[in-house]
């Protein structure tokens, strides 16, 4: 755990997954990305879910950025990503580190809508296959516009990443607030907004500060530590050259700023502080949150 300004930040391994080690890493061969990941037979490399956790130190904001990939998995869903997915982990964290619970939630941070990064929002309210209710009924959604106008129609390539039974009953159920623009304008001091475009439109990343340490939640513009580097940007994305532009304005606040990057999908660990040696970014040491 780490305390930035007024809140305690925590990440919490929710679970683990496995996607093609190739498509997680677009056009760099195998042999460079291969020795620093744990391939299996089906070249599927070894991921993990990763939430966010910001409470304040009056307990007013319990935040949670990202809910994984949730529950709601058939079994041969789950074994096509190998999908373990521990549904009380967030709750168990909330408890033993703030003595808080899982209804106490206040906020939740929604970078995106893809499957493993918030099919943790609902979980099954009866059957499975049936219908659904809010995980965390308490709480204020907080979503860029553009992203949740390209959820109701994505594109070819990226629909298979939006499963509906994540999101169909959110805005009939939940408190829901959207950020909008270039720069959107965060709730609370001590929190501003990056929104991304090249993974997905409107990708909406935190950036915890106060003056001096600052950390963002990186989303998927560098799900790993491994994806440091500007070029090794995944082929999910829809607009790979923006990621890469991207991801050097945010190398540009690790150097010149000390910004400090939470990853959500490294099993390895949950954030690092960068440095870098002829110009390339790497992990000068992990960030114990
Ligand atoms: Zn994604």
Redesign the pocket.
Known sequence: MIEIGEFQILSIETGTFRLDGGAMFGVVPKTLWAPHEDVDEQNRILLATRTLVAVSRDRKHVILVDTGTGTKWSGKEASRFAVAYDGEAIGRALSSHFGLTADDVTDIIVT?L?FD?NGGLTVWSGEPGGDTCLRFPGARLWLHRRQWDHVQLPSEKDRA?FLKRDYDILEACAEMSFVDGAEPVAPWPGLRFFASDG??PGQLLPIFSDGERSLMFTG?VFPTSSHLRPAWVMA?DLEPLKTIAEKKHILGWCRGNGLTLAFPHDHRLGGAVIDFANGKPFVAHPLDI
């Open positions: 995106h893809h990064h990443s993974h997905t998927d999910y």
